[in-house]
RNA sequence: UGGGGCGUCGUCAAGUGGUAAGACACGGGAUUUUGGUUCCCGCAUGCGGAGGUUCGAAUCCUCCCGCCCCAGCCA
């Protein structure tokens, strides 16, 4: 027995891990295990695509096996390196290597066009030189069958030649195409003679102006898997019905043999995950770009401050399957607050801040308050946080009529201030015109510093402040879903998934205080501001003169669902 | 109406003939200087439906129903 039977299965079982184990039992692959990521370089990474990073790359690791990045590039009107780049940012973020073997489909156009030439020769290719019109109506339809091309039976040599010139940039875009010979009444309408080669006289990001002819997925896909000896290739279930194409050009060739697999993408609530709306939020201005913090996209998480490990829990927790399916996104968020609970630094900040003068209080005495880091993490230690007469509480920590159960200020209530003391609301100060609570006036009990009563009475509510006199000013950004329908994709009559964009995702919030030890706020670090959520310093606005924090998820509320029921 | 897939709790998802895991959500309770965290408890006599085989069926058979994908010289 090795060592790979011994191990602890690294997750709960799935079909794909269920094949891979029988294919090492079976030694189908001499007990390899090689796996791919093949995105196309023609948009940002989303959390779709980390479902397929994290199959791909945890699996190998999983079974001691490699995992190679491939690019798709076979379609340079569509790629760009600005997305080659952002892509390997975020794999690497999510915590994946892939060592030396980073390589492109572009790689093997050689190889690719020796390949289609053996094709040829075999009297399995042939040139075609019906219009893309033509071809559409020579393919049939779901019900009925197609008929042959006229260009079907041209002799091998006629085609070696006029590939040749094809290659040469001898013939127009759409003039004419490379073909597989299969069978034009398959009811599979992929193994209806499919386009191997097509001629675009356009520069491609790597090999320049080397082809005016490119390959087709299907037939670079599969080639390509079995040049880098790829054991399973897992892909989305739409391939499905490109497995027989898949297979078909492998076994032609006589080359090494992967298998394909399919699983079913990876659905979520209140967001779209298509890079084609994706790319239209970013086009048409919806969103500030790829990495806007409310985008599903890896870029966007990271932003908003979420972590590598949160994407990966969750990536494993809601399991691989092929029925169609969509993730509740309070799943992600759960798994983003367990995470984020056991390693952010506590903090207390105000968002929208009441002024309370204590009027006891000495006028000019600052004390320096004991406070707990991370009550999970006892070795991240304590703080001091400085304490004054005048400091900002949360405005919905004070209700002039607070209702029931309400354990926060209220006139005459006691509550307690983290930390610190309990005070009691002795006035309530309102603008003149607009009858707004503009300012509270407070006692403080000096026998409760730290927050104990000696005498032993209990309090019902604590609240964060922060001293005016050492705050921090900062602008808070707090976000919520991008659609507000939960499924988006779902567009009724005469609408479109834009009709659903939620108009209140972002709110800026420019008057926020901070507790003093946040001047040294880091990018990349992040903090739960206590009662609130978590947040983190956005790495593109935020600047020392202009503190910018994005709020990556709220804290649950149990309160404010409480209220919102007796509402109803 | 051709072909390929898929239907197990509100949402994901195990289960592969021996009598329905788990997670999220939801509801209740305990602890708590975050209405946070943590901890208990509850949550499918039922597996799309109807028949059948069997001592026994989510698992096998038959028929039916529903949903998704495919007619790019996109991936």
């Not at 932003?303 to 969509?326: H, L, N």
């Not at 209530?413 to 300012?439: H, M, P, W």
């Not at 609240?463 to 329908?485: E, M």
């Not at 998820?553 to 209220?563: F, H, S």
């Amino acid at each position: 027995m090795n060592e790979k039977d011994t191990a602890p299965a690294a997750g709960p079982p799935h079909f794909i891990r269920n094949i891979i184990r029988e294919d090492l039992k079976t030694n189908k692959y001499g007990g390899r295990v090689h796996t791919r990521f093949p995105p196309e370089p023609n948009g940002y990474l989303h959390i779709g695509h980390a479902k397929s990073i994290c199959l791909n790359f945890g699996l190998a690791e999983e079974f001691g096996g490699l995992c190679n990045l491939r690019y798709d590039d076979t379609n340079p009107t569509k790629e760009e390196v600005e997305y080659v780049d952002a892509i390997e940012a975020d794999v690497r973020w999510l915590g994946f290597d892939w060592d030396d073997r980073k390589f492109y489909a572009s790689d093997y156009f050689d190889q690719l066009y020796q390949f289609a030439v053996q094709l040829i020769k075999k009297g399995k290719a042939y040139v075609c030189d019906l219009s893309p019109d033509d071809i559409r109506e020579y393919r049939g339809t779901l019900t009925q069958p197609g008929k042959n091309s006229p260009y079907r039976d041209r002799s091998v040599e006629e085609n070696l030649d006029l590939f040749e010139r094809m290659r040469a940039g001898k013939f127009a875009e759409g003039s004419r195409v490379l073909r597989a010979k299969i069978d034009m009444a398959a009811p599979n309408l992929n193994m209806r003679d499919p386009a191997i080669y097509r001629v675009k006289k356009v520069h491609h990001h790597r090999t320049g102006d080397k082809w005016c002819i490119y390959p087709m997925y299907d037939f670079a896909h599969g080639i390509s898997d079995s040049i880098e000896g790829i054991t399973h290739s897992i892909c989305t279930l739409e391939f499905e019905d490109h497995r027989p194409l898949y297979d078909w050009f492998l076994d032609q060739l006589e080359i090494y043999h992967p298998q394909q697999i399919e699983f079913a993408r990876l659905n979520l609530s209140y967001t779209v995950l298509s890079k084609r709306k994706l790319l239209q939020l970013v086009r048409e201005g919806r969103v500030s770009g790829w990495d806007d913090p409310r985008m599903p996209t890896l870029a966007g998480f990271r932003r908003r401050g979420y972590t590598p490990e949160a994407i990966r829990t969750f990536a494993e927790i809601i399991g691989v399957a092929k029925r169609d399916s969509v993730v509740d996104i309070a799943l992600l968020e759960h798994c983003l607050r367990e995470d984020l609970n056991k390693r952010a630094n506590r903090v207390m900040a105000v968002l929208r801040p009441l002024k309370v003068v204590i009027e006891n209080y000495p006028d000019d005495l600052v004390e320096e308050m004991d406070a707990i880091n991370n009550p999970e993490d006892p070795a991240q230690g304590k703080r001091k946080v400085p304490f004054s007469k005048t400091i900002y509480i949360e405005k919905d920590d004070f209700r002039e009529m607070p209702p029931r159960h309400y354990h926060r200020l209220a006139p005459g209530q006691e509550v307690r201030l983290r930390y610190a003391y309990f005070i009691t609301c002795t006035d309530v100060i309102k603008d003149k015109n607009s009858g707004e609570v503009v300012e509270l006036r407070c006692t403080y009990d000096p026998a409760s510093r730290g927050g104990w009563a000696p005498d032993g009475r209990k309090v019902k509510g604590t609240i964060h402040w922060v001293s005016v006199k050492h705050a921090v000013p900062a602008t808070v950004r707090l976000y919520d879903q991008l659609f507000s329908k939960d499924d988006p994709n779902d567009e009724e009559e005469g609408k479109t998934f834009l009709d659903y964009l939620n108009p209140n995702s972002l709110q800026e919030l420019k008057n926020c205080q901070l507790e003093a030890s946040l001047s040294k706020a880091k990018v990349g670090v992040p903090y739960q501001f206590e009662r609130l959520g978590y947040f983190c310093v956005d790495s593109i606005d935020s600047k020392p003169s202009d503190f910018i924090f994005n709020r990556t998820v709220a804290l649950r509320d149990t309160w404010a669902k409480i209220e919102k029921k007796t509402q109803d």
